[in-house]
């Protein structure tokens, strides 16, 4: 599926509604995810996830393949984001406990059971960082983008990216340090 960007064709082009099932399903948990990260609020961040689908299917806007499908998609969604904090001014947060966390599928259960610890530590700390920060580590850390991508996605220059990230890093590590939890060089 290239992408997105051939299901995104077949649909727009060609009227195939599985064409934006195919989009829908592979992309909404990580774009629900992103969004979260963006407006605070996980509840809100479905909404917004549905808002951008919805203007995939009725408008149809033009993917001009300047990027990669998920980029696009995720700079859209980025977009009805800021549309909605500008009329509501005020964001709620989610207790950490409330977002879904991945557990490998480790024999060990001890082992699942402290890196899913760790997860939550990383969590609670990066909620604590500027949204900003928030935003390009889970970019670039969560979703796997690149700086290039992700600065399309912040609407930021590349290098105003890899700045951001770099304090985001450095404050992650200060948050972390700050709450017990130890770093290792890896």
């Not at 009329?87 to 207790?95: G, H």
């Not at 500027?130 to 220059?157: D, H, N, R």
Request: proline fraction near 2%; charge should be neutral.
């Amino acid at each position: 599926m290239d992408n997105g960007a051939s299901s995104y064709r077949r649909f727009r082009d060609n009227g195939d509604v599985h064409g934006l099932d195919e989009i829908i399903i592979e992309y909404s948990d990580g774009l629900i995810l992103y969004l979260t990260s963006v407006v605070g609020n996980i509840q809100t961040a479905e909404e917004l996830a549905e808002d951008t689908f919805v203007l995939l299917g009725t408008k149809k806007p033009k993917f001009r393949e300047k990027s990669s499908f998920k980029t696009w998609l995720y700079a859209i969604g980025r977009n009805i984001a800021i549309d909605h904090l500008r009329k509501y001014t005020k964001k709620s947060c989610v207790s950490i406990e409330d977002t879904p966390e991945s557990i490998s599928d480790e024999a060990d259960v001890e082992e699942a059971y402290i890196k899913k610890e760790q997860q939550i530590i990383v969590h609670k700390a990066m909620r604590k960082l500027p949204p900003k920060y928030q935003q390009v580590l889970w970019l670039i850390y969560f979703e796997g983008f690149s700086s290039k991508e992700a600065a399309k996605i912040m609407k930021k220059s590349l290098r105003s990216v890899e700045s951001i990230l770099y304090r985001a890093r450095k404050s992650l590590r200060s948050q972390l340090e700050t709450e017990g939890f130890e770093y290792v060089e890896t």
